[in-house]
């Protein structure tokens, strides 16, 4: 069996509401399920494949707590013989654009009922070309269709696999096939003569390609038979498709980590509640939780995707936290979260009407806890936080502070014996200063440095300058966090075999230090030692010119 998929194009996609979630109804349209017949069948309410993919769609959707509803599509009935003779001589058009029309009375029909219904087509061999047609030239009514599963379609066109025989008879449509986006799914059975998967792209075979048409086609055993896993498969894809109700269904959340194993909360109109006995969900009795934000947009390598932040206070409690979840937009399964944010006391608070995607990112404004700010008074620090899907999770990209844009988020640049990112060693304090983007307050030191922290964090990074105020080292403490690390990833907490396979050949190991000494002429005199504890993991670290960064590593006074 061939499965094909394209990338966007003509169908439009209704997004999540992209506000802040308000008290509604559910949704009042049910989603209408429209299916048209092949060839030798008189209605798509006697076709095997058009009511298997209704069952398996009408399963599907009902799970998920929508009302879906199906139309019957009257077409004339056209059998293969029929087919065969009309295309060689003057083509089968009048019948498909019979079939388009009864498609565009059943969708006026039922939006002049309900306004915002949306729709899932299903089309089988002729019912498929239909099908094609329709989302072809009526840009005005496709829009309000969600997706499309097409079988044994005669306007198969897969390059270097076959063409449907509308193709073959030069009666294919003229538009990239299929003819709209990634919200159309089309299956071609191996030596389906209708489709053409297995035959000649240059129709050379056509003479034993229309015998195998006129051969019965008994299901299960003909190839232009799509039954069982093709038709589960295809009502299921439809299903995925369906607008999901962000704001009726289930979800599964921590409370801002209250658990470390996320537990179901159903929610309605937008609220919801767990209590205790029913998950665990820590010393409390229950959890109250609601929708803050839905926000819509696309990531790369993960398509559609929709954003849910929740608000969840732990009862009995003065307190409420927050998480932000990121879910496919089709269909609605999970997809990852935002990490924790690394700070002490207070969590963070992110402002909902701020969360929302741009240019393939996730961007949200959060206020952070200050030294003065209390939970009374709340928090104080406005910082514009992005983060980035890498393959397998979100990560936060930067955090810039609202009232310094220009403070770089050292939190995502990588630590050499050269520097940290654009913090070059060699730079005198006021140079770091300025691109850092925040103070570097004097402070006590040695004979020969001063270790000084930046105002502001992050916490456990110290800059090392000389007494001749040059950049000399960066030094990691081990109350800093993971995200602080080398450009091979190494952090506090890594193993001593992590940086053995990271730093080796270029690695001297003794029993409570590691040292790095890159090879090169550029390199000279440059080091990042790593020192380990008892656990053998990496406890502290620090980069740069050997004088100060080599063993054995002395504090220079200060921080």
């Known amino acids: 069996m061939g499965a094909l998929v394209v990338p966007a194009g003509l169908l439009v996609s209704e997004s999540a509401p992209a506000t802040a979630a308000q008290p509604s109804a559910p949704a009042r349209c049910p989603v209408r399920f429209l299916g048209l017949h092949g060839l030798d069948e008189q209605s798509d309410l006697t076709s095997p494949t058009i009511n298997a993919t209704w069952k398996a769609f009408q399963s599907a959707v009902t799970a998920k707590a929508l009302p879906p509803k199906r139309d019957s599509i009257a077409f004339p009935k056209v059998t293969r013989r029929e087919f065969l003779a009309r295309n060689i001589v003057i083509g089968i058009e009048p019948d498909v654009n019979v079939g388009v029309a009864a498609i565009q009375r059943a969708m006026d029909g039922a939006v002049r009922n309900c306004s915002s219904t949306k729709f899932v087509l299903t089309g089988y061999s002729l019912g498929a070309w239909v099908v094609d047609k329709f989302l072809v030239t009526d840009i005005h009514r496709r829009q309000l269709v969600r997706a499309a599963q097409l079988y044994g379609d005669p306007q198969w066109r897969a390059p270097g696999k076959g063409k449907g025989l509308a193709v073959v008879f030069n009666r294919g449509l003229r538009t990239p096939y299929p003819p709209s986006a990634d919200k159309v799914h089309s299956l071609c059975n191996h030596r389906d003569p209708v489709c053409g998967t297995g035959y000649r792209d240059d129709g050379r075979d056509l003479a034993p390609r229309l015998k195998d048409l006129q051969a019965p086609m008994k299901c299960p055993g003909s190839a232009?038979?799509?039954?069982?896993?093709?038709?589960?498969?295809?009502?299921?894809?439809?299903?995925?498709?369906?607008?999901?109700?962000?704001?009726?269904?289930?979800?599964g959340v921590t409370c801002g980590d209250t658990v470390n194993k996320?537990?179901?909360v159903t929610v309605r109109n937008g609220?919801?509640?767990?209590?205790?006995?029913?998950?665990?969900?820590?010393?409390?009795?229950?959890?109250?939780?609601?929708?803050?934000?839905?926000?819509?947009?696309?990531?790369?390598?993960?398509?559609?995707?929709?954003?849910?932040?929740?608000?969840?206070?732990p009862q009995p409690s003065d307190f409420s936290l927050q998480e932000l979840r990121v879910y496919r937009t089709a269909g609605g399964r999970e997809v990852g979260r935002t990490p924790a944010f690394d700070v002490d006391g207070l969590a963070p608070i992110y402002q909902p009407g701020t969360v929302t995607f741009r240019n393939g990112r996730l961007l949200a404004d959060v206020k952070f806890y200050g030294p003065d700010d209390t939970h009374a008074t709340g928090p104080s620090i406005l910082r514009h936080v992005t983060w980035v899907w890498d393959g397998s999770r979100f990560i936060k990209r930067s955090e810039v502070d609202a009232n310094n844009p220009s403070r770089m988020d050292l939190s995502t640049q990588r630590i050499t014996v050269n520097g940290m990112g654009f913090l070059r060693l060699g730079m005198s304090r006021a140079e770091a200063e300025r691109t850092v983007g925040a103070p570097i307050p004097e402070g006590p030191g040695g004979p020969d440095c001063t270790d000084l922290s930046i105002d502001g964090g992050p916490q456990g990074l110290l800059l090392r300058f000389s007494n001749n105020d040059r950049l000399v080292a960066i030094y990691v403490l081990s109350q800093a966090s993971e995200s602080i690390r080398t450009a091979s990833g190494i952090h506090v907490g890594s193993t001593r075999d992590d940086v053995i396979t990271a730093y080796s050949p270029d690695l001297t190991v003794s029993q409570d230090e590691l040292v790095f000494t890159p090879q090169g002429a550029q390199f000279q005199g440059k080091v990042i030692t790593f020192l380990m504890n008892d656990q053998g993991t990496v406890e502290s670290f620090i980069a740069g010119e050997s004088n100060f960064a080599g063993p054995p590593v002395l504090p220079c006074g200060g921080d």
């Open 271 to 313: 609220r919801g509640n767990v209590k205790a006995g029913r998950s665990d969900i820590g010393n409390y009795d229950r959890w109250d939780v609601r929708i803050q934000r839905i926000a819509a947009g696309r990531v790369p390598r993960l398509g559609d995707v929709t954003a849910v932040l929740f608000w969840c206070s």
């Open 262 to 264: 996320a537990v179901p």
């Open 224 to 251: 232009h038979c799509y039954s069982g896993r093709s038709t589960t498969q295809g009502g299921e894809f439809l299903a995925s498709q369906v607008a999901t109700d962000w704001n009726n269904r289930t979800y």
